[in-house]
């Protein structure tokens, strides 16, 4: 059975955007009272020192408006996730993402710090993906800001330990992006498994930009 892994942070980070403005908006009446409150006690003289109360509930206003640090952006519609495989089982194949965001990677051995990926062309009945290049010198996923400007003129790559692979579903054209994490083979460095450890993130919004 392939193993799939769904994350949807996208939820918790709008959860977080929401409550941004609501405290904003609350910071923002106060200070519009705290001001007429302080307008009327130089009026008449009330004697409350006003002035820093007023300016420390604005400079709070503009401190978070500034620098709140959850904001949704357009990692919002994607899937994310960690799988360990054992590539000598299953064919060599796993599924990440489900639906119309299924993307089935086909892994083979290389050696101890490369592992072969394939696209399409090699085993067109099963795997639907028909680009796949390796993603220049990302090193993270949002580095990758046009996922189309790779060269995917290979049906082959062997990407090594840390490298970042680019790949679109033949089905819908969307893109996914595949990190090599760890690998493991039992042919050398005394291993006993033949294992990838990789995480991936899928843009399901037909985005090409992951940053």
């Given amino acids: 059975m392939c193993t799939f892994v769904r994350v949807e942070m996208h939820t918790i980070l709008y959860r977080l955007e929401r409550e941004q403005k ?7 009446i106060l200070f519009l009272l705290l001001s007429v409150f302080w307008f009327f006690s ?3 003289d009330v004697g409350i020192p006003m002035e820093p109360i007023v300016v420390f509930v604005g ?4 401190l978070l408006a500034s620098y709140w640090p959850f904001k ?3 990692r919002s519609a994607c899937l994310t996730g960690k799988i360990p495989f054992d590539y000598s089982t299953n064919n060599g194949l796993v599924t990440i993402g489900s639906g119309e965001n299924q993307f089935i990677l086909a892994f083979s051995s290389a050696s101890h710090d490369k592992i072969h990926m394939y696209n399409g062309v090699h085993k067109k009945s099963i795997v639907n993906t ?3 290049a390796t993603a220049g010198d990302a090193g993270s996923f949002k ?3 046009d996922v189309t400007e790779f060269y995917y003129n290979s049906d082959v790559v062997s990407p090594k330990i840390g490298e970042i692979v680019a790949l679109r579903s033949k089905d819908t054209g969307r893109y996914a992006l595949v990190q ?6 039992q042919d050398r460095q005394g291993s006993e498994i033949n294992e990838v450890v990789f995480r991936f993130v899928i843009n399901t919004d037909d985005s090409t930009s992951f940053a």
């Fill in 143 to 145: 580095d990758v800001r």
């Fill in 42 to 44: 130089e009026l008449f």
């Fill in 72 to 74: 949704a952006t357009n």
């Fill in 130 to 132: 028909d680009r796949i």
């Fill in 180 to 185: 090599i994490l760890d690998i493991k083979c």
């Fill in 59 to 62: 400079g709070s206003a503009t």
């Fill in 22 to 28: 609501k405290v904003l908006l609350c910071l923002g």
